[in-house]
C-alpha cells in the first residue's frame, strides 16, 4: 500500500486548508489511518486518527474543535479538514495507514505500518 498527502499550502491564521491522504495498492487491510505532524525542530506529534469500518476518531487536545478527520472508504481517501488554523499549526503533515484494531493505540508512530510523504502547511500571523 501506498500514502499521498496533499492539500498543503500557506494560508492566514483563522484560514482554513482541506488535506487529502490517499491510498493505492493493497488497501484491504488497513483499519485506520492517522494524521501526524512536525513542526520546525520539533519530533512528530499526534494530530488525528480515524477507523476505516466504523468512523470512530479521536484528536490531539490543541485541535479538537478546529480540525475534522473524514473518509471515503469506497475511494481509499481521508481528509483533514483545518479550520480556525493558527501560526503553532505550521507543520509538515503526515498521514499514516494502520493494521491495529484498537483506536486507543493510534496516538502512537509505531502503530502504522506505512507513511505517506508530508505535505507543508504554513500558517502566517
Known amino acids: 500500500v501506498q500514502l499521498q498527502a496533499s492539500g498543503g499550502g500557506l494560508v492566514q491564521a483563522g484560514g482554513s486548508l482541506r488535506l487529502s491522504c490517499t491510498a493505492s495498492g493493497s488497501t484491504f487491510r488497513i483499519y485506520g489511518v492517522g494524521w501526524f505532524r512536525q513542526a520546525p525542530g520539533k519530533e512528530h506529534e499526534f494530530v488525528t486518527a480515524?477507523?476505516?469500518?466504523?468512523?470512530?476518531?479521536y484528536y490531539v487536545d490543541s485541535v479538537a474543535g478546529r480540525f475534522t478527520i473524514s473518509g471515503d472508504r469506497a475511494k481509499n481517501m481521508v481528509y483533514l479538514q483545518m479550520n480556525k488554523l493558527k501560526p503553532e499549526d505550521t507543520a509538515v503533515y503526515y498521514c499514516?495507514?494502520?493494521?491495529?484494531?484498537?483506536?486507543?493505540?493510534?496516538?502512537?508512530?509505531?502503530?502504522?505500518?506505512?507513511w505517506g510523504q508530508g505535505t507543508l502547511v504554513t500558517v502566517s500571523s
Open positions: 499514516a495507514a494502520s493494521r491495529a484494531y484498537d483506536i486507543d493505540t493510534y496516538y502512537r508512530q509505531t502503530s502504522y505500518h506505512v
Open positions: 480515524i477507523t476505516w469500518s466504523s468512523g470512530l476518531s
